[in-house]
């Protein structure tokens, strides 16, 4: 990771990381040493962050052990301590879903959560290492969708696979599908729709687009779950629900920089098991990176002042 990269990490976390601050620093300004004050100030930041309210006990059990093993008397201390045990608490990096190409990957998730513009950001960095890219408008509802598809399509230069609104989105998935077979693209990206009358209805259609690109693959398909972080606590449940519905490769989580509650990414790793595989901080093609556990905790929690 650059410095530069790191900047904006931070710069998008920054109304979580002033949240968590804010309460930590009064923690520790409370409590000279690591008292039962100390402790319950740092589970009131987590909670505040929407880490999760199990979640957050839980760490601060592993803090009050860890402080105990290794004789940590300063606040500080426990703080830099704390930033390791956050990043322990997602799963160990494995491939990357979205380097491990040629792949087909499934765009999925609720109204609005950023699919779309995450498609556009996935289409230029796949272009700017050098890749082929094929994106499928598979969201006929609307038709600016369409056109807003369209240009991410043309900015990154990748090809784009369209029908008219209305078109049946399975038969536009599998025609990007097919044409990425033949055309020997590297990856091919599904952007789905995300407003439908009902959930059900969404969770069918999204059954059946999967259904249809597994069955004209003739490289790895992976779903990826775009999620929102504004929607806080929420957005676990949907998680949940699409994880249970499509079976999850990973997780896109979006709008970081628009919410103080980021720790929610901590409480939706932790419960799903699902990798997050890139983080949006930010509405241009810059504001997307992958995800590293490390760094992440660290501009989360920041040096408390
Ligand atoms: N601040 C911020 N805004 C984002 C981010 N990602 C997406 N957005 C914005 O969120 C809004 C919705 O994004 P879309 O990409 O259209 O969402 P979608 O999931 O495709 O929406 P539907 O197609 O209606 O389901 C847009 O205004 C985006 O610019 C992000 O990481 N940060
Ligand atoms: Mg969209």
């Known amino acids: 990771m650059t410095a530069a990269w790191f900047d904006r990490l931070s710069s998008g976390l920054s109304r979580t990381r002033e949240t968590l601050q804010l309460r930590l620093s009064s ?6 040493a690591l008292d039962d004050e100390f ?24 803090l009050r052990a860890a402080a105990r093993k290794e004789k940590i ?7 830099a301590e704390l930033v390791e045990l956050i990043a322990r608490e997602f799963p160990p990096a494995g491939t990357d879903p979205l380097d491990d190409l040629p792949a087909v990957v499934l765009l999925v998730g609720v109204n609005g959560s950023g699919k779309t513009t995450t ?10 290492a050098g890749h082929s890219v094929v994106i499928g408008s598979a969201d ?5 969708a369409i056109e807003q598809l369209r240009i991410w399509a043309e900015r990154s230069g990748a090809r784009i696979v369209e029908r ?5 989105p399975a038969s536009v998935a599998f025609d990007a599908v097919a044409a990425g077979a033949e055309s020997g693209a ?12 009902t959930s059900k209805d969404l969770m069918e259609e999204l059954k059946k687009v999967d259904r249809v690109v597994r069955k004209r693959a003739t490289v790895p398909v992976r779903s990826l779950l775009v999620l929102d972080a504004t929607t806080g606590q929420n957005a676990v449940q949907q998680a949940r629900e699409f ?7 990973g997780i896109v989580l979006t709008k970081l920089d628009g919410t103080a509650k980021g720790g929610i990414v901590v409480a939706i790793a932790r419960e799903l098991g699902v990798p997050i595989v890139r983080i949006g901080v930010g509405e241009s093609i810059e504001d997307m990176h992958a995800f590293d556990a490390r760094e992440f905790a660290q501009a989360l929690v920041g040096a408390p002042a």
Request: hydrophobic share 45%; glycine share 10%; charged share 30%.
């Open 39 to 62: 402790f319950a100030g740092v589970e009131e930041a987590l909670i505040a962050a929407d880490v999760g309210a199990l979640a957050s006990a839980e760490l601060v059990e592993k």
């Open 243 to 249: 994880h249970a519905s499509l079976g999850l490769d």
């Open 164 to 168: 008219e609104r209305g078109s049946d």
């Open 27 to 32: 923690a520790i300004g409370r409590s000279r």
């Open 119 to 128: 498609a556009g950001k996935l289409a230029e960095e796949a272009r700017a």
């Open 186 to 197: 590297d990856l091919v990206i599904v952007d789905t729709a995300g407003r439908l009358h």
């Open 140 to 144: 006929t509802y609307r038709a600016a």
């Open 73 to 79: 008397r300063e606040p500080n201390d426990a703080i």
